[in-house]
Structures are given as structure tokens and as C-alpha cells.
């Protein structure tokens, strides 16, 4: 009986343990992640079309999070656009309000996230 009931407390422990894990992926890319990068921008012909920016995005707790693009140069910047965001495995899965998806497969290193998909970006944690 004894070794029964040490059984059922390991067993316990071992799926806490699974819950927690599975949990914390989500958790783990919650805060503000910048990158700088070069973006393609119609129109102009300096450096083949491609401008300096630099892109945050914010992953808040409850799911929501937004993402900035700031253009350095005298164009206007895109305005911030919200979504809300899920992570299943190494999937990161952005949902817009107008009904756009963007999936990223991605690794978090630290304080590095590094994201692929359309486009592939390493951003550094900033809060």
C-alpha cells in the first residue's frame, strides 16, 4: 500500500510537472521583443528599395499582443497593428483583426527570440 500511494504522489508530480511545461511556452515570449532589420518599401530607389526599421512586438499574458514598425526615413510609419497570439509546440500563430494568420516556427534562446516564417527575424527581449 505504501509503495502504491509513493506510486500515485510520483505520477502526480510528473504530470505537474507536464502541465507546468506545456504552460510555459506561452509565458515565456511574454514582454516586448525589438528587432532592426531592413524592409522593403515601394517607391523609393535608395539601397534596391529596402529601408531601416525596427519591429517590436509586445506579448501581453492574456493573449493579445501588437506589433510597430518604425521606418527610419520621411515616409509615415504603418500604423501598430493588434493580434492575438497562441503557441502550440514551437508554433507561434498571430491572428489579426482582419482576419489574417501569420505562423512563425520559433526558438527562444534567453533573451533571444528568433522567428521564421514569411520572414525570419531575431528579436532581443526589452521588458
Not at 26 to 35: E, Q, R
Not at 87 to 92: A, F, I, K, P
Amino acid at each position: 500500500m505504501r509503495s502504491f500511494r509513493k506510486m500515485a504522489a510520483l505520477l502526480c508530480a510528473v504530470l505537474l510537472l507536464g502541465l507546468m511545461a506545456g504552460c510555459g511556452a506561452k509565458d515565456s515570449i511574454v514582454g516586448t521583443w525589438s528587432a532592426e532589420t531592413k524592409i522593403s518599401v515601394l517607391g523609393i530607389d535608395q539601397n534596391g528599395g529596402d529601408a531601416d526599421a525596427e519591429i517590436t512586438f509586445s506579448f501581453l499574458e492574456d493573449g493579445s499582443g501588437s506589433m510597430d514598425v518604425d521606418i527610419q526615413m520621411d515616409l509615415p510609419d504603418p500604423e501598430e497593428r493588434s493580434f492575438r497570439y497562441s503557441v502550440e509546440g514551437d508554433v507561434l500563430t498571430l491572428e489579426y483583426d482582419d482576419q489574417q494568420k501569420n505562423e512563425f516556427t520559433f526558438v527562444l534562446d534567453g533573451d533571444t527570440l528568433k522567428l521564421d516564417g514569411r520572414v525570419s527575424l531575431e528579436l532581443k527581449r526589452q521588458k
